[in-house]
């Protein structure tokens, strides 16, 4: 399974402005062409209908994925192996440094001892593992669907391969670092932990190019964001490979709130005591 493992190209971890690697080679040339060819966009865009809440964005996650009677057998073992325990226990090793310093060594060493099973899938564990296809509609102008934001507190890590088209000619679409500035007070989770422009600075963006993989540690402020695409005619795609607590361990603690939460409270207790206008109670 090393052979699939995009972590096999790394050579070192940058630590500014947060913990995270970064290669533009990250499988062999026969393996990345293999998953290329065999990527199953059609069979996504047929049978996963529901997008992401005010997103174009549609994922299919391991679970699904693996249910499938047709998935081409090089992608079940990319799927089983970027989630298993052998793959989260490699990804906290080569972070092991920066983890130790921001959980210290007795969460780390729950880290690297936890049970690990996929979402979904294997029963009860102390860690979560996912690995998902995720297309993005193509949308113009000045728009993204990743603005800047943080990422739940709950995920450890998060990494991208980039999967790009080869009839993908647009520009953009690119993964920005971003620093923070001032300190976060707290986050909506309805607008996805998006964050103002006052609190942050973009820093550099890597190039959203086949076989390219990004891989970052979800530390307090890692701020991020993929800049707008410009004249796409198709899908953006890439794998999302992510790692979290099972339970109600984070990897830092900011106070959140719901907005779509606020909203609906406030209707209810209008409906409950009268509209205002001409439906008031004393219309």
Known sequence: MERLSCLQSIQRVEDH????????????EAIYS???????????LNRVQRMDDGSP???????????????????????????SAE??????????????????PRRLQRL?????????MGGPSDLVTDCQFVLNEPIGGASTNQPPHVDNPKEI???????????DQASGGEFTLHRLDQPIRRLDKAIGRQLAPTLHTPLHSLPYRR???????????AVHSVTPRRDPVVRRRSINIIGQFAGRERMWRIPEFDSRSSRLRQLGQLARTGWPGRWGSGG
């Open 17 to 28: 402005p947060y913990p995270h690697v970064f290669t533009e080679a990250a499988l062999p």
């Open 34 to 44: 293999e998953l290329e060819a065999t990527f199953p966009e059609e069979q996504i």
């Open 87 to 104: 793959y989260l226990k490699a990804v906290v090793r080569l972070f092991e440094p920066q983890l130790l310093r921001c959980l210290g």
């Open 157 to 167: 890590y998060a990494g991208l391969l980039y999967m790009r088209s080869p009839r």
């Open 211 to 221: 076989n390219c993989f990004v891989l970052f540690l979800n530390t307090r402020g």
């Open 57 to 83: 964005t549609r994922r299919l996650k391991t679970p699904e994925a693996l249910a499938w009677s047709d998935l081409p057998p090089i992608w079940e073992d990319f799927l089983r192996f970027h989630t």
């Open 112 to 120: 690297l001892a936890g049970s690990v099973a996929p979402r979904r």
